[in-house]
């Protein structure tokens, strides 16, 4: 197995792991998919299905990412993200 080294800033690194996690993904896996197209993830679950549906927590998403600040944390889970979403 070979490995890939990228140097990224700290908020780009944010931005990635939000969208991953919103995907239900690892950065690796959600990486990985955007590159090469592959489905090397396991399949989401029905939450993430439905967190991924809606329009008002997909413009939430796009409102923290488009402003940085300290306060923003990095979602672990999908159960983290509802939390943070408020659902």
Not at 52 to 63: D, E, T, V
């Amino acid at each position: 197995m070979n490995r890939l080294t990228i140097e990224i800033d700290p908020e780009q690194h944010r931005q990635i792991k939000t969208l991953a996690t919103f995907s239900g993904m690892t950065i690796k896996d959600f990486i990985l998919s955007k590159t090469l197209g592959t489905k090397q993830h396991k399949t989401p679950t029905d939450s993430t299905d439905r967190l991924m549906g809606s329009a008002r927590n997909a413009a939430r998403l796009r409102k923290a990412l488009a402003s940085p600040t300290s306060e923003h944390r990095v979602f672990e889970s999908v159960e983290d993200l509802k939390d943070a979403l408020g659902i």
